[in-house]
């Protein structure tokens, strides 16, 4: 096996959730702690990739040597990721919030005389499908995650053909499984090829062994 499996190539993240204004002082977002994300992020410059970081906003430190991209909203995590292509591998580990409100405020919405606020809301573009149907650009290895409740392994298989990856990282989320915020996750890797189940592990050895995979995959 070569030492670093990864030299030459430019690695893809996207993490943590994503905030969308509802005025100036509050946002809609996903519980992600970007813990998971920024493991790949590490995992992958230490298998000698360089790696970019498109993050929402999240309470861990970037690897250092990862450029790190902050963002907010989705809107701002595609454009950061168009701007960040070309890539080899993408690991789309970002929790986006599926919609953001119509007309976000330009101030503070106040409780009382208006009565309670009625919002419409609109869909975020979806960043994963945009990239992997990207005809021109497309990296060679597009990877999505599928954090569910239940019906893990069918909600992932569903989301292979409708986002057109080429796999999904799949997993347990409900609030028995402690994998939101924790340290540790088992995942199921969905694609054309089958399913694999993993044991549990914690989000480092899963980052490190999902990373191996990727290069596996990329270069094959
Ligand atoms: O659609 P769903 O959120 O279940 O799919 C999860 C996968 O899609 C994750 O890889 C997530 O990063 C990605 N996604 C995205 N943009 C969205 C919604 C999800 O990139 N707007």
Known sequence: LPALPLAGKHVLVTAGPTHEPIDPVRYIANRSSGKQGYAIAAAALAAGARVTLVSGPVALLPPPGVKLVPVQTAREMLEAVRTALP??????????????????????????????????????????????????????????????????????????????????????VSPESGVMGGDRNRVHLVSA???????????????????????????A
């Open 87 to 172: 890539a080899d591998i993408a690991i789309f580990a970002a929790a986006v919030a599926d919609w953001r409100v119509a007309d976000a405020g330009a101030q503070k919405i106040k409780k009382g005389a208006e009565g309670t606020p009625d919002f419409a809301l609109v869909e975020n573009p979806d960043i994963l499908a945009t990239i992997a149907r990207d005809k021109a650009r497309r990296p060679s290895l597009v990877v999505g995650f599928a954090a569910e409740t239940e019906h893990v392994v069918e909600h992932a298989k569903a989301k292979l053909a409708r986002k057109g990856c080429d796999l999904i990282v799949a997993n347990d």
């Open 193 to 219: 090829s089958g399913i694999e189940t993993w044991p549990d592990m914690d989000k480092e050895a899963v980052a490190r062994a999902l990373v191996s995979r990727f290069g596996e995959l990329a270069s």
